[in-house]
Structure formats: structure tokens, C-alpha cells
């Protein structure tokens, strides 16, 4: 199946995801940084808290070179060891950081090359989408450069029930938030195929948060469809989708797993650049 081509990224990672030089990756790394990150990257959701001698199994590295590191780390507060089991964990400093690097993340920054990229690979228009009370809220868009194409354009509120972005972002906000949209908005029909009653669209969201993406066809504009998926913060809280839009005939439905794949790859990748970490928050 096709997939986004992997923007360029400095270094590379083995199999356990530990960053590796390999000499050519950069030429000016050095090798006592790369085992510093592999320390630190060594500490997961699964494994919180490491022993020396775990992180001397897992890194491959002998005790010594491990306690140098990890005590230097400690040191610095990049670490922190507990007295009575021994055993270590990521300190205060990186949250510290963690923090600094949350505060100056744009979503739209972050989600940029992956429109642009995601745009390039399916020749459609491309939406980037944010909540808001009232709708989800077009920032970003890539146009298709097909004479015939489906447009959208920045700064406009979509509604919650059509398209592929609204019902997406209202799937997976809070369960008080999603509740107070079903109970108290009056649903529009934009065509035939919209679905206005509540229920029908509880049943739709239940779907589309199991399966994290929908395919809305003909339902806010005739003859067009959308390919939505969503993308979440570091917290794991929604924080925008991303819509493919296309003309029916240029989208059938043999070609859907492809666009799915590509549309959640896509978010996949920017959630992950937001620190989203899939079971985490």
C-alpha cells in the first residue's frame, strides 16, 4: 500500500527505536551524546523506572559506561534515582523542557509539511481543522490544482454533522462536550445523506472513534466526498483532523484504503511531533 514518503530526519534509529550513528547519518555526531539519548530514551510508558542493570541489558552497554552516564544525568536532574529501590527515572528537568518545547509547538506549524506532503502524494485539497465551541474551524489549506476540485477555504466554521472534519473532531471531544453538541444543536440537512438526528449520529461517532477515521460521501456537498482523521495533543485530547476532500468520481471506493492510509498516516505524524504517545494521557 502506498505510503507518505518519511520526511528527512537527522540520525537513525535501530529496531528497539534508540538513535544510532552510524558515521553517515551526520558527520559531526558525537558518539557520547548519541549514548546519552539512548539513556534517556531507554525510559518508557512500560518501563518507567529502570535498574542499571536494566538499562545495561537493554542498551547493550557494560555497568561502568551506564553509571557514568546516569549519574551525570542525575546530576543534572535529567534523572532521578530512588534511594531505596535504586532504581532510576526521568527527572523534573525534562518535564521542565518538555514544557518549554509544548509552549512553543504550533499545531499549524507541526502540520504544515504534512499537508503539503499529503497534498503533493493525492493531487486533492487538503484541510487542516480545529475545535470550537460553535464548529470546527478551517485554518490550513492545500488546494487541489485539478480544474475540477473541491474547495474549501481558511477561517470557515464547518458543521458538526457533515464532512469529514466536523464529525471526526466531534467523535473524540470530551464525552460532557460531545453530549452538549447532540442535546442542543439543531442539525442541518446539507443534502439527502445528512444524517440531523442525534442518535443516528451517536451511533456514527461509537464508529468512527474505533475505527480513528470516517469517509463522509455526499452529505455536505453533493457529488464530493471526505476522508477525515484525528490528531491529538500530547495529553492524547483531541486537537484538530485532517480532511481529504475529492470529487466522487475521482475517489471510488476501491481507491478509499489507499486515501485512508495515507490521511492517517498523515495525522499519525503530527500527532506524533505534538508528543502524543498512543495509550499515554
Known sequence: MEKLRTLERDGARDESGNVQDDGRSNPY???????????LEAFTADRPELRLTDLS????????QVLRIASTLEQGGFLERDPDTKRYRLGIRLLTLGMLVQ???SLRDVAQPWVDQLA???????????PDRSGPICVEVRQSPRALRVFAEPGRRMPWNAGASGKVILAFLPEAERERVLSTTSFRAFTERTITDPDQL????????RDEFHVGVSDLNNG????????FDHHGRIAGAISLSAPNDRAPEDEWPRLIALVKTCCEEISRQLGYVRGVG
Open 103 to 105: 509552549r512553543t509547538l
Open 57 to 64: 541489558e537493554t542498551l547493550g552497554m557494560p555497568k561502568p
Open 224 to 231: 464530493a466526498l471526505g476522508i477525515g482523521a484525528p490528531i
Open 29 to 39: 555526531a558525537l558518539e557520547s551524546v548519541v549514548r546519552v539519548m539512548n539513556v
Open 202 to 209: 451517536r451511533t456514527l461517532l461509537d464508529t468512527i472513534r
Open 120 to 130: 503533493d502524494e493525492t493531487r486533492e485539497t487538503i484541510g487542516l481543522f480545529v
